[in-house]
């Protein structure tokens, strides 16, 4: 057997590479299945955990909050699982991606996130407050406070900073922007972030969420590292929990004014700083790969460790790198190409309809705001 450079290798000494990847019919599909999940979810928890859940929530408030964060993420992860397994694809390192650890280029995802939120936080809360105002919301079950309620909060704090960076990256980066890339870069980060933000059903995130899932998507598409997306938005998270817990309280003392004075300017200034330091990094290197993709050049991170898959075209069996993603070929084209995929060749997933996905796309942002309106 021979790889791309026509130098024999043996397959026991690499770790195969799934090359399978998603069209823009699943990114459509699995936004619309993750929203009717969700609008159904109330009323099946209701009715399987209903009596169990008012017994906890007398009980004790952050328990209750706890199992509500653990339900609705189980659920996206849930989605996103049974989807990659039913179209044969790995939504951590497949298609094109990695999910690896690489330090410099977690510095400046974390400084990049880090900078979104400085500088975008301060927004997000005025226009969290307006729309609170203008729009009518729910009101909030009281605080019900037990001998246990510190241990259930700390974990409530842990899991939702920990547990959508795994499930909700899965499914909006791993499986929605992956498969909108068949229809361009731009687009599927600018269509994913529209829909990561719709997905959280609250007119006071929109801005912030849309805002990180443009700077999460455009990293994860730079990059094609998975792991830097979970990253990204466990620091996300982590912010919002911090500012939260310790900065807001210190803005309501005597002498809060002084302090919002100094903190907010601090923070506006770091966050232009970490913004462009991070921008300038991974726009370089976007610059860099397209320059190298347009030479016929390797595009991938020179200190990468090489990930390879095997295809069979003619009867011969190839080793090809894992960057060098194979073509889209659409429902009536012939691709004679096999991939080994989950033990088997096969041929690739095709690339979807145009027409049929954006119709999907168009309804799912219109489902989407319609559960929005209805809160």
């Known amino acids: ?27 459509a599909l699995c936004f619309i299945t993750v929203l009717v999940a969700f609008a159904l979810m109330p009323y099946v ?15 004790d408030t952050y328990i209750y909050m706890v199992i509500s964060v653990t339900i609705s993420q189980a659920v996206i992860f849930f989605v996103g699982f049974v989807y990659c397994k039913i179209r044969r694809v790995n939504p951590f390192a ?26 975008f936080y301060f927004t997000h809360s005025q226009f969290f407050g307006y729309a609170s105002e203008l729009l009518p919301s729910s009101q909030g079950m009281p605080t019900v406070i037990s001998p246990f309620s510190a241990l259930f909060a700390l974990i409530y704090i842990a899991e939702i900073a920990v547990l959508p960076a795994i499930a909700e990256e899965m499914v909006f980066r791993g499986i929605i922007m992956r ?28 801005i912030l969420q849309f805002i990180g899932g443009l700077a999460i998507g455009g990293v994860v598409y730079i990059t094609k590292n ?9 620091v996300n998270n982590a912010f919002s929990i911090i500012y939260t817990l310790l900065i807001i309280p210190l803005t309501d003392s005597p002498i809060s004014y002084k302090i919002t004075a100094v903190t907010g300017s601090v923070t506006i200034i770091l966050g232009v700083v970490f913004c462009l330091v991070s921008g300038i990094y991974f726009i370089s290197m976007l610059i860099e790969k397209e320059k190298n993709r347009a030479l016929g050049k390797d595009t991938s991170f020179k200190y990468e460790k090489k990930r390879y898959y095997l295809m069979q075209s003619n009867g011969k069996e190839k080793l090809c790198p894992h960057d060098s993603v194979p073509t889209f070929y659409i429902k009536d084209e012939r691709d004679d190409r096999l991939f080994l995929i989950k033990g088997q060749y096969r041929a690739l997933n095709k690339g979807a309809s145009y027409k049929l996905s954006f119709i999907l796309i ?14």
């Open 226 to 234: 998975y792991l830097l997306g979970s990253i990204m938005h466990f």
């Open 94 to 119: 497949g298609g094109g991606y990695k999910a690896s650890w690489d330090g410099i280029h977690v510095l400046m995802s974390i400084m990049l996130t880090l900078g979104v939120m400085m500088l």
């Open 179 to 206: 498969g909108f890339e068949q229809f361009g870069g731009l687009f599927a980060v600018l269509c994913s972030s529209v829909m990561f933000s719709l997905m959280h059903g609250n007119f006071g995130q929109l």
């Open 45 to 59: 928890v209701k009715l399987l955990l209903g009596d169990v859940l008012l017994a906890i929530s007398k009980y």
């Open 1 to 27: 057997m021979e790889n791309a450079s026509g130098q024999n290798s043996s397959t026991k000494e690499l770790k195969l590479y799934n090359p399978n990847r998603f069209n823009g019919l699943d990114g």
């Open 362 to 375: 168009c309804v799912g942002i219109l489902l989407a705001t319609i559960l929005l309106f209805l809160g």
